[in-house]
């Protein structure tokens, strides 16, 4: 049974922010799924504040009908500060519920959003505090189409060794031979 605070709509009082979003552009039909759409740096670390924005931004990202609605997105636990169940998205249209669900079985730095239509958009979440060069150096990373780091490998892309920056090249013939 559900207590009254679980089945709460959280509502953000501030207008959503654009957000700081890179996306991998469209797979042609028929291709093998990536194992990440796309990156998102907040600015904080309140769901409230910073899932509005994104929400929105993933909806527009294509043609706009019905099934093009965010009706779900998963979280880790431990990325955020609350843990609303029920989130309004006040759209330029059409206000909406969002469900939020909350695991600790996630990686860390997972958020999985899904369409009305069934399709998932799996996203790196960049910490919010991290500095704005590694940042986008991880946005590009879990954007480049030949990268098959996986949220770990761009987690740790993050903080690179001393001297060394993330890289952003093309892989060799034995690493793509390994990742097939």
């Known amino acids: 049974m559900w207590t009254t605070a679980e089945r709460r709509t959280t509502i953000s009082l501030s207008p959503p922010s654009t957000p700081r979003l890179r996306l991998r552009p469209a797979a042609p039909p028929g291709s093998a799924r990536t194992a990440l759409d796309g990156a ?58 969002v469900r939020l669900s909350w695991f600790d079985s996630l990686p860390s730095g997972l958020l999985t959003a899904i369409h009305a239509d069934g399709r998932r958009v799996d996203l790196l979440t960049v910490p919010a505090a991290t500095p704005r060069t590694e940042a986008e150096a991880s946005m590009d990373l879990a954007v480049h189409p030949h990268d098959h780091l996986g949220i770990p490998g761009l987690l740790a892309a993050l903080t690179p060794p001393p001297g060394r920056t993330a890289r952003v090249d093309t892989p060799t013939a034995s690493e793509r031979a390994w990742e097939s």
């Open 40 to 97: 998102w740096w907040p600015r904080s670390a309140d769901p409230v504040a910073e899932l509005p924005g994104l929400i929105l931004a993933l909806q527009d990202h294509g043609p706009i009908d019905d099934h093009r609605r965010v009706t779900h997105v998963l979280l880790r636990m431990d990325d955020w500060d609350g843990r609303p169940r029920r989130l309004r998205v006040n759209g330029p249209d059409d206000p909406r519920v």
